[in-house]
């Protein structure tokens, strides 16, 4: 037998795999809920009146509305993977607002909603503007 009298060493580390069934029931079942609770209760909703963000959880939510002729600022970021992929950071200000009443961070297809959301502002779409959205 060896000698272990000296100080304790590391000699690794082992963690259950996730090439077990058990793993990817976990993920996609996380996954799932986390579409159910968060991703569907976190929304901006434009109509030809007014932009609207849902903000909610399980327990609860908020909503916020701004009239479009009252939209002063809208303001987008984009990081570097949100170019590639797609999405960006929008906020919205009002008149009288100090900050951005609605803000929403990670918004897939954040420049076409800032594309219809100045159309609007600007009085060249109206009632008929559902074919807008559905083109994307």
């Known amino acids: 037998?060896?000698?272990?009298?000296?100080?304790?060493?590391?000699?690794?580390?082992w963690r259950r795999s996730t090439l077990t069934w058990g793993f990817w029931w976990r993920t996609l079942t996380t996954l799932g809920l986390y579409w159910l609770v968060l991703w569907r209760r976190n929304q901006i909703t434009v109509t030809t009146h007014r932009v609207m963000q849902r903000r909610g959880n399980v327990l609860g939510g908020s909503e916020t509305a701004i009239s479009i002729e009252n939209i002063t600022d809208i303001s987008l970021s984009t990081p570097p993977l949100g170019a590639i992929f797609g999405y960006g950071d929008i906020r919205v200000q009002s008149a009288g607002a100090d900050t951005a009443e609605i803000s929403?961070?990670?918004?897939?297809?954040?420049?076409?909603?800032?594309?219809?959301?100045?159309?609007?502002?600007?009085?060249?779409?109206?009632?008929?503007?559902?074919?807008?959205m559905d083109k994307d």
């Open 104 to 132: 929403f961070q990670g918004l897939g297809r954040v420049k076409k909603l800032r594309d219809v959301l100045f159309d609007l502002k600007d009085g060249k779409i109206g009632a008929a503007t559902k074919e807008v």
């Open 1 to 13: 037998m060896g000698d272990y009298t000296g100080e304790e060493q590391k000699i690794g580390v």
